[in-house]
């Protein structure tokens, strides 16, 4: 039996293990798939576990996805540029750190959304680890400008600079949002704002409804609620919407290849993640 791990802190609220276990099975597959609950002064002695023979690896998420980077073996070209991990891939005791964020997004615009981006004018809000990833797809697939607005701007900043050598990616401030986003054919909320938590209105949007683009697609990485505020809005103002879905399945369907060395079932993982919302 092999097993994949998940490690996270918390870990409960996860679909991935709903997803990546009706994919072992619909292949028949003697694997499972754990999320393990880690704390951070944990996360040494579960990473040196995933060395393991019977592990294929694992994901990563909140809040592990910078701290694993120290402990891996090797790092893979993503996982370098984007400063995050969220595959971890168990090659005979050696471990590579990966990241498939910015891949299952690309393939969620273009397979999903039948949205090519190269050559748009794109911009995105929130400058956190998603944002990160986002970013590092869109630039690979050679957008024409990126634009980056945050609530804290030194954030965007030193994103966009980090990015700077990959394409035309800038940072901008509240005053130069409206004109940004008029232009914009691409938009997308990687930002928590209007995701279902306990205690908080979800019905908030990142951005004013009178700032939306006038033409193209708008994309919300938030699947919690399947229709955020942001989505409704963009909708009802005649855009065409993605939420955040098809990104985490095509993150988890990356993920899976690289563990198995098999095509993920993706139909499958997909209705197991939508049952398991
Ligand atoms: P993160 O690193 O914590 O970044 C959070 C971002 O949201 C920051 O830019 C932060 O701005 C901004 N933000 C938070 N509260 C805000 C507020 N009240 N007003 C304005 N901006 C606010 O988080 P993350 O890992 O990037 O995740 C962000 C979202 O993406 C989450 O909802 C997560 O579930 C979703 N996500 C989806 C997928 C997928 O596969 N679909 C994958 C990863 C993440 P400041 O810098 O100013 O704090």
Redesign the pocket.
């Known amino acids: 039996m092999k097993i994949a791990y998940l490690l996270a802190y918390p870990a409960g609220h996860s679909i991935s293990p709903a997803m990546h276990n009706a994919a072992f099975e619909a292949l028949g597959l003697e694997a499972r798939y754990e999320a393990l609950e880690c704390p951070p002064e944990d996360l040494a002695e579960a990473v040196r576990g995933l060395c393991e023979a019977r592990s294929y690896g694992s994901n990563v998420t909140?809040p592990h996805k910078q701290a694993v980077m120290p402990l891996m073996d090797a790092l893979s070209e993503a996982a370098r540029a984007i400063g995050a991990v969220n595959t971890i891939i168990n090659q005979g005791g050696s471990l590579l750190g990966h990241n498939t964020?910015a891949s299952?997004?690309l393939r969620a615009l273009t397979d999903d959304a039948g949205f090519d981006p190269s050559g748009r004018q794109t911009l995105i809000l929130?400058?956190?680890?998603?944002?990160r990833?986002v970013a590092y797809a869109l630039l690979s697939a050679g957008v024409k400008t990126l634009r980056v607005y945050?609530?804290?701007h030194a954030?965007a900043t030193a994103l966009a600079e980090s990015f700077a050598e990959l394409g035309d990616i800038e940072a901008i401030s509240r005053e130069e949002l409206a004109t940004q986003a008029e232009q914009a054919t691409l938009l997308i909320n990687?930002?928590?704002?209007g995701?279902a938590k306990a205690g908080e209105d979800p019905d908030v949007s990142?951005l004013p409804v009178d700032l939306l683009p006038h033409a193209g697609l708008v994309c919300d990485?938030?699947?919690r609620p399947a229709k955020t505020r942001l989505l409704k809005e963009a909708e009802r103002a005649g855009l065409n919407v993605q939420n955040?879905?098809a990104?985490?399945v095509y993150?988890g369907a990356e993920s899976f290849q690289t563990w198995t060395g098999q095509d993920a079932p993706v139909q499958v993982m997909r209705r197991a993640a939508e049952a398991a919302l």
């Open positions: 909140i964020d299952g997004f929130g400058a956190g680890g998603s944002a990833a945050n609530r804290t954030k990687t930002t928590s704002v995701m990142p990485i938030i699947y955040g879905l990104m985490l993150q």
